[in-house]
Every structure is written in structure tokens, then in C-alpha cells.
């Protein structure tokens, strides 16, 4: 089992310009370490009902699941108590939607249905107030 960071944007693509809405975090214990070209799929779990539109290359389709491509693998070293720990971190594709409205719906999937959470340091337009 290997023990990964995974790291999702999550941009919105209005009229052709792509804007980042969030940064999604979690971090996941997988079977085997996925290299770049690969794709991670999360599903719904039975009875979730959460849908939304994602960009694709056909356009916006309706969608209830998420499948994004792994762009970059990493390893980085931390120092601890018992010495040094090397750790993996994975980037993958952004997932691109039409609206904030599609951005909301699949952050919540995101969180509720697959474990991420929202990275605090980076931007987060869906929390602002005025959204």
C-alpha cells in the first residue's frame, strides 16, 4: 500500500478563459503508484444522486462521476523525530466545468463521495459571500 497526496483544480471555463475555482487535496492510501498518463476515477456511492456538467472534449456533459488524468508524480523528503520520511505526490488534470454552479456540485462530490477536502492555502472562489 502506498500512501499518496493527491492535488485537484477545479476550474470554471467561461467564455473560452479558464479560471481556477478551488484546489482539492486528500490524502489516499492506494495498492499501486500510479504514474503520469494514468487516470484516477471516482464513482458515487449507491444512492448518491449528485450531478453536474464537465467540460470535455465534446463540450459540457452531464455528468455524476469524476475521471481525471495524473499529470506529475513526486516525492519529497520530511524530517521527523525518527528521521527522514519520503513521502508521494501526485497532481492531476484540473476538472473543468461550465458554471460555479457545476464547480459547487462537484466539490461537493468531491468531498463527500471521494474524501478530498479544500487545500486552505490556495484559492477558494466558493467561499467567498458573495457567491
Keep these: 500500500m502506498i500512501e499518496v497526496e493527491i492535488w485537484i483544480d477545479v476550474v470554471e471555463r ?7 475555482v478551488c484546489v482539492l487535496f486528500a490524502a489516499h492510501t ?5 504514474v503520469c498518463g494514468e487516470s484516477l476515477s471516482y464513482f458515487p456511492g449507491k444512492g448518491a444522486s449528485l450531478e453536474f ?27 521527523t523525530e525518527g528521521g527522514i520520511v519520503y ?11 461550465p458554471s460555479l454552479g457545476d464547480a459547487r456540485a462537484v466539490c461537493a ?3 463527500e463521495q471521494a474524501g478530498f477536502e479544500f487545500d ?7 467561499s467567498r459571500a458573495d457567491l
Design 14 to 20: 467561461a467564455d473560452g478563459v479558464l479560471e481556477t
Design 53 to 79: 456538467e464537465l467540460w470535455t472534449s465534446l463540450g459540457p456533459m452531464r455528468e455524476n462521476s469524476v475521471r481525471v488524468a495524473v499529470d506529475e508524480v513526486t516525492h519529497y523528503a520530511v524530517k
Design 109 to 111: 462530490f468531491m468531498t
Design 30 to 34: 492506494l495498492t499501486v503508484r500510479p
Design 87 to 97: 513521502k508521494t505526490s501526485i497532481r492531476c488534470e484540473a476538472i473543468e466545468v
Design 120 to 126: 486552505p492555502y490556495a484559492i477558494n472562489r466558493l
